[in-house]
């Protein structure tokens, strides 16, 4: 009987649930949400490949431990240092998305050492600002004027603004159009709103490297989507073949779109009430899955 009793008492000592104090449990929650997002996160991006490629890599050095192949361990042991370091930099464009998504989502903003207002209230675009960018886009369209415009948001892009010319100028159509007009030392590149001022024109912005975006869509296109991969931006493109109008916003580039749409856009990103006119946001959707 002792030795009945002295066996069940070392395995309950095996299996006892350990103490557990309020510690352990903010522990769990805060590694919880982590790995929610980092999932997320890798659902998003090319790191999903990346992850798929690590885990054939885990699986084959696994086979490796087990059946003792110690050429093949050295050679991971000595190369996985140098490998990490690689897929930092391959992979620097998605991990900084990352950190900027972070860093917006307002996590931090209660705090008054990470508090933007100040540029909060900067980033509010004004309703006659957006009837004429609105108006100046749909008259470029109709006569086929390739354009870009950014709409800067919480995101400075100072370093996009310094690739073009200065203008610091009103909002109005009928300068937006000039701007764009053919032939003019203006036209070509992209041009810059910050909140109720053209900031420049001409500036230079990123080429997405997004191997899903369609085939027949032009570099204005491409850039606009770059630009939303780095930035919380709102990008308007007017095609110069067809004389369409698509937004780039969030990584996701939406075409034919409606006067509305761009006004409920930056509605939307304003806590502004959108028009309930028209809801849906775009007629035809670009198929940009290849970064997700």
């Excluded at 982590?34 to 790191?47: C, D, F, G, N, Q």
């Excluded at 903003?109 to 980033?123: L, N």
């Excluded at 032939?183 to 912005?205: E, F, M, S």
């Excluded at 709102?234 to 990584?251: F, M, P, R, Y």
Aim: with cysteine; hydrophobic share 45%.
């Amino acid at each position: 009987m002792s030795i009945i009793r002295s066996y069940i008492q070392r395995y309950s000592d095996v299996i006892s649930i350990p103490k557990i104090v309020w510690t352990d449990i903010l522990e769990i929650i805060i590694i919880s949400i982590l790995l929610y997002e980092i999932l997320l996160w890798v659902r998003k991006t090319r790191a999903l490949a990346l992850f798929k490629g690590l885990s054939v890599l885990l699986l084959f050095t696994l086979f490796a431990v087990v059946f003792h192949m110690n050429t093949i361990l050295w050679i991971v042991s000595k190369t996985i240092s140098v490998g990490i370091i690689a897929v930092i930099i391959l992979f620097q464009p998605e991990l900084r998305r990352g950190l900027e998504q972070l860093g917006r989502n307002g996590l931090f903003s209660s705090i008054s050492f990470f508090d933007d207002s100040g540029k909060a209230k900067e980033t509010v675009y004004t309703d006659q600002a957006i009837t004429e960018i609105i108006r100046a886009t749909y008259e470029m369209a109709k006569a086929k004027t390739g354009a870009l415009i950014v709409l800067e948001q919480q995101v400075p892009l100072g370093e996009y603004e310094y690739t073009g010319i200065t203008l610091d100028a009103e909002i109005s159509s009928e300068l937006l159009i000039n701007i764009f007009e053919k032939n003019t030392p203006l036209h070509d590149g992209a041009v810059l709103i910050r909140p109720n001022r053209i900031v420049a024109a001409t500036c230079y912005l990123p080429i997405s490297n997004n191997m899903g975006i369609a085939k027949e869509l032009g570099t204005r296109h491409r850039a606009a989507i770059g630009l939303s991969e780095v930035s919380d931006s709102v990008t308007i493109i007017v095609s110069e073949e067809t004389g369409k109008v698509s937004l780039a916003v969030d990584n996701e580039l939406y075409r034919n779109i409606e006067a509305v749409t761009i006004r409920n856009c930056i509605l939307e990103r304003q806590k502004k009430p959108i028009y309930k006119k028209n809801l849906k946001w775009w007629k035809t959707k670009n198929e940009n899955k290849g970064n997700q």
